[in-house]
């Protein structure tokens, strides 16, 4: 099981990034996708989250209307977009894929990328 998380890095207040989490090794539409983050002396918390089929996507109130996320399910990718980025947002993202199947609960993490707002 591999998850890949990408597309993180440093940008300016009010900027924008897009990370991706290419993911194998598992059935990627039977998991819920989300992306959490952990930023320095912080527990991580969840950003976003989105049901298999792409729906119902889920935010954490401070990234509502900043935020986005979504999944391609023909390519293992989930991806988040964000916008109007502030120094608050730096952190470790982390992709994550969770299901119950067969009476088995299966939780993968990614390594994590890291965002740096500043300016």
């Known amino acids: 099981v591999r998850l890949v998380e990408s597309g993180g890095g440093l940008v300016q207040p009010g900027g924008s990034l897009r990370l991706s989490c290419a993911t194998s090794?598992?059935?990627?539409?039977?998991?819920?996708m989300s992306w959490y983050r952990q930023a320095p002396g912080k527990e991580r918390e969840l950003v976003a989250r989105?049901?298999?089929?792409?729906?119902?996507?889920d935010y954490a109130d401070s990234m509502k209307g900043r935020f986005t996320i979504s999944r391609e399910n023909a390519k293992n990718t989930v991806y988040l977009q964000m916008n109007s980025l502030n120094p608050e947002d730096t952190a470790v993202y982390y992709c994550?894929?969770?299901?119950?199947?067969?009476?088995?609960?299966?939780?993968?993490w990614g390594r994590g990328t890291q965002v740096t707002v500043a300016s």
């Open positions: 090794g598992f059935t990627f539409s039977s998991y819920v």
């Open positions: 994550n894929a969770r299901a119950t199947i067969a009476w088995t609960k299966n939780d993968y």
């Open positions: 989105i049901a298999r089929a792409g729906s119902s996507p």
